[in-house]
């Protein structure tokens, strides 16, 4: 179906490089930003086509966001800082969306069927005094939804999620896994396949909860 965001911005600034008819980077930058599901300071997005290689850089950042409840997936309302660096390849599947021939979703699935794979070179995420570090590999299944591996280290006093949080699996089971493990475990491996996403200890990989599940992108 239809989504749509509605937001009022302080300041909203965007730009496009093209070349020979293709989009080769776009820019986003957001100061201020409100709405019923998210308020805060700023938001960014960037992406080019990388000079000598066939991919995708993607840059992305927030600061000082006020989440409404359906978005704190347990972590509490405040997201200080979030950081995220990726690479997607190959980008040669997106071409015929940037020179305007073909619409995002079907650029996407010839993505998919091609083995496209989003690296995620650094993910940082500071969430109401807990700091979240990842990097890993994602793809797409049959069904669209996301599948892969990360790396995944948390540091930070973990609180059971309040029992009316709408999503709250994936920190109900790192405090589930503190428990077992009877420490605090900084290191962690997330697993997603067939929309379920499993977290293990790293460093003893037989100590596994559920983490709830990702439905498919489109």
Known sequence: GTHHF?????????????????????????????????????????????????????????????????????FGAHLRHAKIAATLTPATPFIPLFEGREVWDGALEAWRRGGGAVHLDDIEIKWNGVQIHATGGLGLDDHHSPQGTLALDIEGAIKAPAAGTTDGQLVRAVVQLIKVANEAPRAFTVSIALGRVNLRVTKAPHTMAGAGSLGPLY
Request: hydrophobic letters at 45%; proline letters at 4%.
């Open 6 to 74: 509605a937001f009022v911005p302080g300041s909203l600034m965007a730009s496009a490089i093209l070349s020979g008819g293709r989009l080769m980077r776009f820019d986003l930058d957001v100061n201020g930003i409100g709405s019923r599901d998210i308020s805060g300071a700023r938001l960014q997005l960037h992406f080019r086509k990388a000079p000598t290689r066939d991919a995708i850089e993607i840059a992305a950042s927030a600061d000082d966001l006020r989440l409404a409840p359906a978005l704190q997936t347990g």
